[in-house]
T-cell receptor, first 114, second 114 residues
């Protein structure tokens, strides 16, 4: 069974731009969660989508948004990029919602904001 | 919200020795505690998890113990090998509706000395 895939793997943007990241979960998994990983703050929960609905949201500004499609693929969007948004963005898929099952992570998208 | 503390931040052990990483959590409602291993350039990989109705779980050289009263859990790796070198993260969450995603510790860089 194929794992979680994320595209692109690397991205360079400038301040003020917006960016869209994509995540394809493991086949059969309906939940996709997004996390931001930085050296200073570690791994932080952004939001979770299940059956095309946002179920939970972490403590991030409204510039961070996402959506999920009927095939469970998910996209994350960051608008008006700031230097502090430079991070590794990870998505994780699981069968159920709300932490009910194991979460499996993709390799991440490395975003650099200049 | 949940807060997870992880110690030590760096752990160096001789190949063949045991390694122990400890975490404490703050939310008594947390009931799912996974451990992840992250190698350079990769996403976190689930290596073992434990739920609050169990005190200990073992999988070959890896074991996790949970003390609900003290709100702490630990990862034990025996007979360490060079391929165990990585960053290890503990996490905690409440499964079921309303969960806020995984809350991670800051990570432990495990170094296996040959």
């Amino acid at each position: 069974k194929a794992g979680v895939t994320q595209t692109p793997r690397y991205l360079i943007k400038t301040r003020g731009q917006q960016v869209t990241l994509s995540c394809s979960p493991i086949s059969g998994h309906r939940s996709v969660s997004w996390y931001q990983q930085t050296p200073g703050q570690g791994l932080q929960f952004l939001f979770e989508y299940f059956s095309e609905t946002q179920r939970n949201k972490g403590n991030f500004p409204g510039r961070f948004s996402g959506r999920q499609f009927s095939n469970s693929r998910s996209e994350m969007n960051v608008s008006t990029l700031e230097l502090g948004d430079s991070a590794l963005y990870l998505c994780a898929s699981s069968l159920g919602s709300g932490g009910a099952g194991e979460q499996f992570f993709g390799p991440g998208t490395r975003l650099t904001v200049l | 919200g949940e807060n997870v503390e992880q110690h030590p931040s760096t752990l160096s052990v001789q190949e063949g020795d045991s390694a122990v990483i400890k975490c404490t959590y703050s939310d008594s409602a947390s009931n799912y505690f996974p451990w992840y291993k992250q190698e350079l350039g990769k996403g976190p990989q689930l290596i073992i998890d434990i739920r609050s109705n169990v005190g200990e779980k073992k999988d070959q050289r890896i074991a996790v113990t949970l003390n609900k009263t003290a709100k702490h859990f630990s990862l034990h790796i025996t007979e360490t090998q060079p391929e165990d070198s990585a960053v290890y993260f503990c996490a905690a969450t409440r499964s079921g509706g309303g969960a806020d995603g995984l809350t991670f510790g800051k990570g432990t860089h495990l170094i296996i000395q040959p």
